[in-house]
RNA sequence: GGCCCCAUAGCUCAGUUGGAUAGAGCACGCGCCUUCUAAGCGCGGGGUCGCAGGUUCGAAUCCUGCUGGGGUCGCCA
C-alpha cells in the first residue's frame, strides 16, 4: 500500500465532492494532481499541488482556490494542518498515528511489504548480458547482469509478470572464429607445436581447456579432415563449453536468467524469412543505396545497392541493410527476428540491457520493434555505461592481449558476490562507475554496500539482545505488530517510519521508469536514519531501543527495529543481496 | 561531419518524470566511545545546476542553438 498514492485518492474523492457542491466546474484534468512528500521537511509530511493545477483550468488563481482545498483537506480526520504555501501548495501535517500504523503495516507484510500491483500481471521481458559465446565473461559484463536481474526483480515487485533472457549470438562469423581457434588448441592438446596464435583468432587460454576436453571425448579424428567437416564439430563444442562456463560464473552471482535463445536456432527456424516477409507485407523493404556516412567515408567505400528497412519511417537516421552481401541476413535482421518472437510469446514490453558500444544500434532496433509489432510492442534499452576497475584509486590495467583482462569470475572471487551486486547499481546505468577493488571491500562508511549491511546487522543485534535479556517476550512479526506504538513519539523514530513508508511509492517509481539504482540509494537513505536513531541513543540514554524498567516503550521501539530490518531485507532482495546477521568475520 | 549519452559543491554522485530556500558522501574545521557493535553519529563553511534563448503559475528537469568530454557510424555481434 502506498501512502501517497491512497492520499491521492482521497483527494480526488474531495474534489468531487467540490464538484458536487458546485464549488468546482465539471470535467476537470486532475491527471497532474500530486500528492509528494515535500523535500523540506518543515513543509510537513505531504504536498500536493492541486490548486495550481487546478487554477487555470476553473478560471482563478492558485492562491484562491488553495484555501478552500486546504479547509476540506484540514477536515479530514487522519489530518492535523493543512496550510496554503509558496505559490498554492496545501502542505500536510498527519496526526503521528498515522504514520506509526505504518510499522505495523511493514511487519504485517514482512519482506513483501512494497509490492505493487501497477504491474496488474502484464508481461515484461528483459534480455540482458547476452554476451557473445566467445570466451567467458569479464568484469565488464557484470553490470549488464545485475542491472537487467535487479530490474527483474523490481518489476516483479511491482506486479509485473517478468521473463528473463539471454541471447545466444551463435551465429555469424565470430563463433566460425571461435571454432577455428579451438581447432588450434585441440590439435596443441594432441601434442602438435601450434607456435604464436595468429591473428585474427581468439589467443586466450581458456580455450586450451576446451581444446583438451575435445581430444579426450574424440581422439585425433578431426586432425587430417577439411575444415568444412570440423568447423561445424568444433565451433558447437566450443559454443558449448564456453556458455557451460557463463551459465556457472552467473549463477555464482546470482543471476536468474531463465530462458536462453539461440540466434542460430531462430535463424534455422525461419523466424528471420518470416519477420523479413512480414515488414515487406507492411512495405518497409526495398532495395536501395546508401550514402556514405558524413565526414567520415570509409576508404573501401562504394555505393552498392542492398537490401533496405525504412528505420527512418520510424525515428531512425537511416534506412538499414537486412542482408549481408553473400545473401546471409545481418545481425540487425535476426535480431528483429528475435525481437518478434518475444512479441509472439506474449510481451508487449520489451527491455533491452545493452553494453556502452551498442548506443548507435538503439534508434533502428526500436524503430523495428514498432514496425513489426504493429506498434503494439515498446522497446525500452537501458544503456549501461564502462565500469572503470581500480585498485586504491589507480585504474587496473587490462589487455586482452596480453591475457591480463579481469573476468568476471576474477571479481567475484576477490569481493563477493553481494558487493559485486550492490556496487554496480551505485549508479544511474548510463553514468561510468568506478569499482575499486579496496574500496568495494572496506568496511567504513564510505562503502554504501557495508553501510546498509551494517544497519541490518545492528537492527538484529538490538532483536537478539532482547531476546536474551527478556527470554519471556515473545517477538515474532505478528506479535511486534500488535506493540503499543503510541509510545513512539520522538521525532527520530517519526522520520524513520516516514521514510519505511516511501518504499511502497519508490518500488512504483523505480519500477515505471525501469530504474533499480534507486533502490540502492533508498537503502542508504533508510540506514542512514537508523544510524542517526541508534547514535541519538548514545547522547541520550532514553533514546535507546531497551528501556530496562519499560517494557512497553522496549517492545514498541523493538517493532520499529524489526520494521527497519525488514524494509532493508525487502530492498536488499530487490538488489539480489543477502542481508546479514551481523558483520563480524 | 551525423547520431546517442554525459556535464549539478574542490572531488564522486543523487535529484521522487515540471514544484517551494537544489541534496548526500568524500575532503576540510569542530564536537561525541564506563553504552544494544564509535566499522558509527552530530554541527559548520562550500553552488551562475556547462553557456544562451524559449515554453508557463513554476525549469537542474521539457524544446532550440552553442561549448566541452565519452561512445558509435554499410555486409562485427
Known amino acids: 500500500m502506498n501512502v501517497f498514492k491512497d492520499f491521492r485518492k482521497r483527494l480526488l474523492g474531495l474534489l468531487d465532492e467540490m464538484v458536487a457542491a458546485g464549488e468546482l466546474p465539471v470535467g476537470l484534468d486532475t491527471a497532474r494532481v500530486t500528492v509528494e512528500s515535500p523535500r523540506e521537511a518543515s513543509h510537513g509530511d505531504m504536498s500536493t499541488n492541486a490548486a495550481m493545477v487546478l487554477a487555470g483550468q476553473v478560471g482563478t488563481a492558485p492562491r484562491q482556490l488553495a484555501p478552500q482545498l486546504a479547509l476540506r483537506l484540514g477536515a479530514l480526520p487522519e489530518v492535523l494542518t493543512a496550510e496554503v504555501a509558496g505559490p498554492g501548495f496545501v502542505n500536510l501535517r498527519f496526526a503521528p498515528d498515522f504514520w506509526r500504523v505504518q510499522v505495523a503495516e511493514v511487519l504485517r507484510a514482512g519482506t513483501a511489504y512494497g509490492a505493487s500491483t501497477i504491474g496488474a500481471g502484464q508481461r515484461v521481458n528483459i534480455e540482458y548480458v547476452s554476451a557473445n559465446p566467445t570466451g567467458p565473461l569479464h568484469a565488464a559484463h557484470a553490470r549488464g547482469a545485475v542491472v537487467g536481474d535487479a530490474l527483474a526483480n523490481l518489476l516483479e515487485k511491482a506486479g509485473f509478470i517478468v521473463a528473463r533472457e539471454y541471447y545466444i549470438n551463435d551465429a555469424g562469423s565470430q563463433v566460425e572464429t571461435l571454432g577455428r581457434s579451438a581447432y588450434l588448441r585441440y590439435r596443441e592438446a594432441l601434442g602438435e607445436e601450434i607456435g604464436e596464435i595468429p591473428a585474427g583468432l581468439y589467443p586466450g ?5 576446451v581444446g583438451r576436453a575435445l581430444a579426450e571425448r ?15 564439430v568444433l565451433r558447437d563444442f566450443a559454443i558449448d563449453r564456453i556458455m557451460l562456463g557463463i551459465r556457472e560464473d552467473l549463477a555464482t552471482l546470482g543471476i536468474g536468467i531463465n530462458v536462453f535463445s539461440s540466434e542460430r536456432a531462430l535463424v534455422a527456424s525461419g523466424a528471420v524469412q518470416a ?27 562504394e555505393p552498392r545497392p542492398q537490401t533496405l528497412f525504412r528505420a527512418t519511417d520510424y525515428g531512425d537516421d537511416v534506412d538499414r541493410p537486412l542482408r549481408k552481401s553473400d545473401g546471409s541476413w545481418t545481425y540487425f535482421a535476426n535480431d528483429i527476428a528475435y525481437h518478434l518472437d518475444k512479441f509472439r510469446r506474449g510481451f508487449t514490453v520489451l527491455i533491452d540491457v545493452l553494453g556502452a558500444d551498442h548506443g548507435g544500434y538503439v534508434k533502428r532496433m526500436q524503430a523495428a520493434t514498432t514496425a513489426i509489432t504493429g506498434g503494439k510492442a515498446a522497446l525500452d534499452v537501458k544503456i549501461c555505461q564502462l565500469v572503470h576497475l581500480m585498485d586504491q584509486g589507480k585504474p587496473v590495467k587490462m589487455s586482452k592481449r596480453a591475457g591480463t583482462f579481469v573476468t568476471l569470475r576474477d571479481v567475484i572471487d576477490e569481493v563477493g558476490r553481494d558487493v559485486v551486486r550492490f556496487i554496480m547499481l551505485t549508479r544511474r546505468n548510463d553514468q561510468t562507475l568506478d569499482f575499486d577493488f579496496a574500496k568495494v571491500t572496506e568496511q567504513s562508511k564510505d562503502n554504501p554496500v557495508f553501510y546498509v549491511q551494517y544497519c541490518h546487522a545492528r537492527c538484529r543485534s538490538v532483536l537478539r539482545h532482547a531476546a536474551e535479556t527478556r527470554p519471556a517476550a515473545v517477538l ?25 513508508a516511501g518504499w511502497p511509492r519508490l518500488v512504483e517509481g523505480a519500477a515505471e521508469a525501469h530504474e533499480a539504482h ?40 523493538l517493532a520499529l527495529v524489526q520494521a527497519v530490518a525488514t524494509v532493508v531485507a525487502s530492498g536488499l532482495a530487490v538488489i539480489g543481496v543477502e542481508p546479514v546477521e551481523e558483520m563480524r568475520s
Open 518 to 557: 534507486r533502490v540502492a540509494f533508498y537503502l542508504y537513505d533508510l540506514a542512514a536514519g537508523f544510524h542517526a536513531l541508534w547514535n541519538k541513543g548514545k547522547d541520550d540514554t532514553t533514546l535507546r531501543f531497551l528501556a530496562p524498567d519499560d517494557a512497553e516503550l522496549t517492545l514498541a521501539r
Open 205 to 209: 587460454d581458456y580455450l586450451k581447456e
Open 476 to 500: 515474532t512479526l505478528e506479535a511486534l505488530a500488535e506493540a503499543p506504538l503510541h509510545r513512539l513519539v520522538e521525532p527520530e523514530e517519526l522520520a524513520l517510519i516516514r521514510i519505511m
Open 218 to 232: 574424440d581422439g585425433g579424428r578431426w586432425l587430417d579432415q577439411p575444415e568444412s567437416t570440423w568447423l561445424p
Open 275 to 301: 519477420a523479413f516477409e512480414e515488414l515487406s507485407a507492411r512495405g518497409l523493404i526495398y532495395q536501395g543505396v546508401l550514402d556514405p556516412p558524413k565526414g567520415k567515408k570509409p576508404d573501401d567505400w
